[in-house]
C-alpha cells in the first residue's frame, strides 16, 4: 500500500480558492486509482472525487462538480484537488485516499470500502 500526507488546508472566503495535495510514498503510486473524502463535524465521511490509476477519467460527488478538480502527477506522487467557488459547506478535514486494488477506476474508491489507505487529513474552513 502507499503512505498518504495531505497538505494544502487553511481558511478562504466564500468563493474563494484553495488547492489541496496529497503526496503519496511508494514506487507503485502510479497503479492505484486517487480520490479525495471529505468530514464534516458531525457528519460521516463523504465521497468528494476520485481519478483512475492512469490519470483519465476523473468523477465527482454532484455537490462539487464544476467546482472541483482533481488530477495527478505521476512524476511527484502527487494527486491534487482544485477547489474553486468554496462555500461554507465545504468546511471539512478532507481526506486522501487510495484504492484498495491495483489499475482500478476512480468508482472504486466511491465508498470508504474501496479505500486502501488513508492521508492524516487537512483542514479546510470556508468562512460566509
Known amino acids: 500500500q502507499v503512505q498518504l500526507v495531505e497538505s494544502g488546508g487553511g481558511l478562504v472566503q466564500a468563493g474563494g480558492s484553495l488547492r489541496l495535495s496529497c503526496a503519496a510514498s511508494g514506487r507503485t503510486f502510479g497503479t492505484y486509482a486517487m480520490g479525495w473524502f471529505r468530514q464534516a463535524p458531525g457528519k460521516e465521511r463523504e465521497f468528494v472525487a476520485a481519478?483512475?490509476?492512469?490519470?483519465?477519467?476523473?468523477n465527482y460527488a454532484d455537490s462539487v462538480k464544476g467546482r472541483f478538480t482533481i488530477s495527478r502527477d505521476g512524476a511527484r506522487n502527487t494527486v491534487y484537488l482544485q477547489m474553486n467557488s468554496l462555500k461554507p459547506e465545504d468546511t471539512a478535514v478532507y481526506y486522501c485516499a487510495a484504492d484498495r486494488l491495483t489499475l482500478g477506476t476512480g468508482h472504486n474508491i466511491e465508498t470508504s470500502n474501496g479505500v486502501g489507505s488513508w492521508g492524516q487529513g487537512t483542514q479546510v474552513t470556508v468562512s460566509s
Open positions: 481519478i483512475d490509476w492512469s490519470g483519465s477519467s476523473p
